[in-house]
């Protein structure tokens, strides 16, 4: 099929408003070859470095070869499994996720996707606290289901009447917010280590110690979104390490997957754990925990969690970093501020129009790069975790060039 036949067909059986939006953006880009860092427009007339990355889901590159192996190999013997009994694949993956998480989260539950597993989360906080009210930061994403949704921004939420009063932003990095909206209802507050979709914030030094206490003192649960933030891209393989705050539920999802095969989990305690206990059954997922998943993804975390690799992902942090400051200096007062916690970085620009120039200019300069939703004058830069220093000197300096390429735009 040509370019022009699939966006008509996906026009006219996917999403008409897409195919308009691509076109009037000029980001006539239809994903066909894809491998490591780089991807590959279907007719082969571009090449980009995906320094999207999905969020997170390639943070190990597209098609890794050890992934795509175990995948192949699982294919030889397994299917998704049965959701209802018990597996040896869902078994040997939670043991290998829990022995490598923060605290003492020793449960894993699975689910098919990043949005499941937030739901999953507050679920079980509802069910353990007895109480209705969920905190979260203003202008987070926690994905477009329904407790995940009503965890996030009226933008999503209000389209679809899913507000509710029981959920309640609050601004992140200020714990007096959140002291003042605490209750004696409040089962959870629920945050994202490094909220993406706001514009990449940095947590302030000492916010996430200072939620975890008044959590605790309320008796409220608190929730971490490792989804975006998760497996190694800060340099860690969770970014919540770095501000010594155990949470009572962690989330994990998209980069769990490898890119190859959906799998998200949930993370609880021996103690959450008891609220199934009286039915096993009561909270069940087809799709969740597939034994192809669990394979694929016990590979992701074997290569991830190694120490090897999370050095070489800090070292990688370094040179972005000065290469970052450089660009941020020759584009000065444009570029404001480098917000950036390993590979997971935020530009923040003066105007909010340069959010979107830049993701075009972006992709004519050669890089996949998306802005974010809900501050639009901040562009994601996501690399992936697995590019050579060559390869990040070139994306460097195709980044500078789309700096330059995104002024001549609005001016
Ligand atoms: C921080 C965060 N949490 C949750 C989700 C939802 O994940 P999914 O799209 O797999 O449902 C996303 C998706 O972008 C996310 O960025």
């Known amino acids: 099929m040509n370019k022009d036949d699939i966006f008509q067909l996906f026009g006219r059986h996917v999403s008409s408003g897409k195919v308009q939006f691509f076109r009037e953006a000029g980001l006539d880009f239809i994903f066909g070859r894809r491998e490591g ?67 003492d989260l020793q ?70 917010a959140i002291e003042a909206a605490l209750s004696a209802e409040t ?47 800060t340099g860690t393989l969770w970014a919540i390490e770095q501000f010594d705050c155990e949470p009572d539920i962690m989330v994990t999802a998209k980069g769990l997957s490898g890119g190859l095969y959906p799998i998200a989990a949930t993370l ?16 069940i997922s087809t799709f969740g925990g597939a034994e192809l998943g669990c394979v694929v993804a016990s590979k992701v975390l074997e290569i991830s969690a190694s120490a090897d690799f999370l050095a070489q992902v800090q070292q990688l942090s370094v040179f972005f970093s000065s290469g970052l400051e450089k660009i941020r200096l020759a584009a000065s007062p444009h570029l404001q501020e480098i917000r950036q916690r390993g590979l997971m970085t935020g530009l923040k620009f003066a105007h909010p129009d340069l959010g979107p120039a830049m993701a075009r200019a972006c992709f004519e300069a050669g890089l996949l790069c998306v802005f974010s939703g809900n501050d639009t004058s901040v562009l994601q830069f996501l690399p992936p975790l ?22 001549d735009m609005l001016s």
């Open 37 to 103: 860092v780089r991807i590959y427009d279907i007719d082969g007339s571009r090449e980009l470095y995906d320094c999207h990355c999905n969020g997170g889901v390639f943070n190990l590159g597209h098609r890794h070869p050890e992934l795509v192996e175990a995948l192949r190999q699982a294919l030889e013997r397994y299917d998704i499994g049965n959701h209802h009994f018990v597996s040896e694949q869902r078994a040997r993956l939670a043991a290998q996720l829990t022995g490598l998480a923060p605290g």
């Open 386 to 407: 697995i590019i050579s220093e060559e390869e990040a000197a070139e994306i460097l300096q195709r980044l500078g060039n789309a700096i330059a390429l995104a002024q």
């Open 187 to 233: 089962a959870a507050v629920i945050m994202e280590t490094i909220p993406a979709t706001i514009g990449m914030l940095q947590p302030d030094e000492g916010y996430f110690r200072a939620v975890r206490e008044l959590c605790t003192r309320n008796g409220t649960l608190l929730i971490i979104d490792e989804v975006q933030s998760g497996l190694g891209r």
């Open 268 to 283: 609880i305690s021996a103690e959450l754990e008891k609220l199934f206990h009286r039915d096993p059954f009561v909270h």
């Open 107 to 176: 449960y894993a539950i699975f689910a098919s996707g990043g949005g499941e597993a937030i739901d999953t989360a507050i679920k079980i906080a509802r069910g353990a606290t007895g109480r209705r009210q969920i905190i979260s930061a203003k202008g987070g994403y926690h994905g477009h289901t329904g407790y995940a949704l009503a965890a996030g921004d009226a933008k999503f939420r209000d389209p679809f009447l899913a507000a509710s009063p029981d959920f309640t932003q609050v601004p992140f990095n200020d714990p007096e």
